[in-house]
């Protein structure tokens, strides 16, 4: 198939975007009103917002916060605090000027409050839009890309067409020399035997293997499978089969290994992205996973984009990096024309092959990678979630490096 190539937009460490947003973010709950008003000002599809609610400390909402920054989508950052939090927007902004991107930072206290605060953030995004102008630009081909993928609100078509056009798609971007990412290692309940045994070496094997322990002791010490009422509604009986689904849009290629939240692929390939807690961080209501947390997740490990398939439906998008959304129930696509990218249902009434489908999804990543819009872009849809979590602080690689 002949690549499809379009202009990207090069960091200065080496990575390259297929955005050029502005990233405005609060920094604690508190300064949330004037971050949102910055950029609903603003008036402008590539100024983004997002923040961390917390006053507190979180290791893992900071290395996020920290990964999005880095990330190639994003030419600019504004971080806005109130001024007493422990997450400091100087810190933010630093990493940023760092990374040779435009970047400022304020203090709501010290601007004087709420309308001063904006007039300045409303000032400081137009400073940094004109600059961004001079962006410089590159090739980018199919095979350049880092894509995520997740589930969400499964039905019994997502393990027989949605996710199984992710999983081919996914193997034609490994093989062209691009990097796939997969996570919701809940969502693998037994299945650790077929993971392990598509390990690309033993140290993946062994990570793998650790991680599907985790993951299965977490849902015991919550008491909860990533299964609901809509996935047995929509003709899912187990957790096993909802998993046997899921994993389909992993593909066939080996795996490469464990990436963290905010650690970006040493290689290209396949990886399976572990957004799990840790040991003794276990409470359900403390990482209130949730399809938005996840696809940010996936965001901070570098995904261009991501793709969301939900035989239900869903009208979710992402900051960041856009989100096509896809599924394999026709009647849902129908019905959600207007919030769904993709209907990969044609292949179970047989008016479409499998290869004619990944054919025209791969077309549609491709556009959306070079400048279309998604549904959700197009809408206005900019979901983001993060939470407190806990995962061990380990060595990261960050995006682009």
């Not at 909802?242 to 970006?264: E, F, T």
């Amino acid at each position: 198939m002949a690549d499809k190539t379009w202009m990207g937009y090069v960091r200065a460490n080496g990575s390259a975007g297929i955005r050029n947003k502005i990233l405005v973010i609060y920094t604690v709950e508190c300064s949330a009103f004037v971050a949102k008003e910055i950029v609903r000002l603003a008036d402008d599809s590539e100024t983004e917002v997002v923040g961390f609610s917390g006053c507190t400390d979180n290791e893992y909402a900071v290395r996020l916060l920290i990964s999005l920054i880095r990330h190639p989508n994003i030419g600019g950052v504004l971080a806005v605090g109130l001024g007493c939090e422990y997450v400091q927007p100087q810190w933010l902004a630093d990493i940023a000027a760092k990374e040779e991107k435009e970047a400022a930072w304020m203090f709501i206290q010290d601007q004087g409050g709420t309308k001063n605060s904006i007039d300045q953030g409303l000032a400081l995004v137009k400073h940094m839009k004109k600059a961004m102008e001079n962006t410089p630009r590159k090739p980018m081909r199919f095979g350049d890309l880092v894509i995520g993928a997740e589930c969400g609100g499964s039905d019994f078509t997502s393990g027989l067409a949605g996710n199984v056009v992710v999983g081919r798609l996914f193997d034609q971007l490994v093989d062209a020399g691009g990097t796939a990412v997969f996570e919701e290692i809940v969502e693998a309940v037994g299945l650790k035997h077929i993971l392990v045994g598509r390990a690309a070496g033993r140290e993946a094997a062994e990570d793998l293997a650790a991680t599907y322990d985790k993951a299965l002791e977490y849902c015991r010490s919550v008491r909860q499978y990533s299964v609901s009422p809509g996935n047995f509604m929509g003709g899912l009986s187990t957790i096993e089969e909802k998993s046997m689904g899921a994993v389909a849009k992993s593909g066939s290629r080996p795996i490469q290994g464990v990436l963290k939240v905010g650690g970006c692929p040493p290689r290209p390939g396949l990886w399976l992205l572990d957004s799990t807690p840790d040991p003794h961080w276990m409470q359900f209501g403390i990482t209130n996973p949730n399809d938005s947390e996840g696809l940010m997740d996936l965001i901070s490990c570098g995904c261009h984009l991501v793709l969301l398939v939900t035989g239900r439906g869903n009208v979710i998008g992402s900051a960041v990096a856009p989100c096509i959304k896809l599924t394999g129930n026709s009647d849902t696509y129908r019905r959600m024309e207007g919030d769904m990218d993709f209907d990969a249902g044609p292949v179970l009434d047989g008016t479409c092959t499998m290869e004619t489908l990944t054919g025209h999804l791969r077309q549609l990543v491709t556009g959306v990678a070079s400048g279309h819009k998604s549904k959700s872009e197009a809408l206005g849809h900019k979901e983001y979630f993060i939470p407190y979590k806990y995962q061990e602080k380990e060595v990261i690689r960050p995006c682009g490096r």
